[in-house]
């Protein structure tokens, strides 16, 4: 089984590194959106298996796109992991109340990227 | 997994370094933003829009440099994002040390 995530992350280095290592280590297909705006609409052709999802980003914040996920029927159930360069354990508990299945650090390894979203999301494939 | 008995992903290590080549100019442009905001505190002329690019630029580099290799690099911009965060005083001398090491950091890297 294919899993499919959508990567957001308005960083053009980080979300490429990002895409390049989940389809390398894990063969996962990645699709990716530079902004929360094109996530949501993203999301809603692509229906992921999961998202990773920047918090701060210009215009429509991390925070505000999984807010906007959540609202959306269609795309309510998907998990989301957070990825930050700022975990201060105040903003993690944010995040998770926010609905969040997890949250990443940046920087992330990218030989480990993989199995971190996995670990967090349970999956065993 | 201890790293060394870790399977190589063919491709990864390669992949990485194109991006790395794609993007090094920009690294370098942010970190010509912390370094014109360490002239200007040298001066005493820092003011909040220079402080703020700096800021951002030492958070977006904190973010990134590890994922490329450079973990020094990513801890001498996390410290620069410290010392330059809100509007508490700058300890000139360790925000100077910092953007030497950061700006060594990423010269290490083709």
């Known amino acids: ?125 | 997994m201890d790293r060394l008995m870790e399977p190589e992903t063919p491709g990864l290590d390669a992949a990485i370094a194109a991006i790395w080549k794609k993007h090094r100019e920009l690294m370098f442009t942010r970190m010509d933003t912390i370094d014109a905001a360490l002239s200007s505190a040298a001066d005493g002329t820092l003011d909040a829009d220079t402080r703020a690019a700096a800021h951002r630029d030492a958070h977006k580099l904190a973010g990134a440099l590890g994922t490329f290799g450079l973990h020094e690099g990513t801890a001498h911009a996390r410290s620069i994002e410290h010392a330059l965060d809100g509007d508490s005083v700058i300890d000139f001398g360790s925000l100077r040390e910092n953007a030497r090491g950061l700006r060594a950091a990423l010269e290490s890297r083709a």
Request: a negative charge.
């Open chain 1, 1 to 125: 089984m294919t899993r499919r995530i959508l990567l957001i992350e308005d960083e053009d280095d980080i979300r490429e590194v990002a895409q390049a290592c989940l389809e390398l280590t894990r063969g996962w297909e990645v699709h990716a959106a530079n902004s929360g705006n094109a996530g949501l609409a993203m999301a809603q052709d692509v229906m992921p298996d999961a998202v990773l999802l920047d918090v701060m980003m210009p215009g429509l914040d991390g925070p505000g796109t999984l807010t906007a996920l959540r609202a959306n029927p269609a795309t309510s159930h998907i998990p989301v992991i957070f990825l930050t360069a700022k975990v201060h354990s105040s903003e993690r508990a944010r995040f998770m109340d926010l609905g969040a299945s997890g949250v990443l650090a940046k920087p992330f390894d990218p030989m480990t990227l993989g199995d971190d979203v996995a670990r967090l999301l349970q999956w065993t494939d």
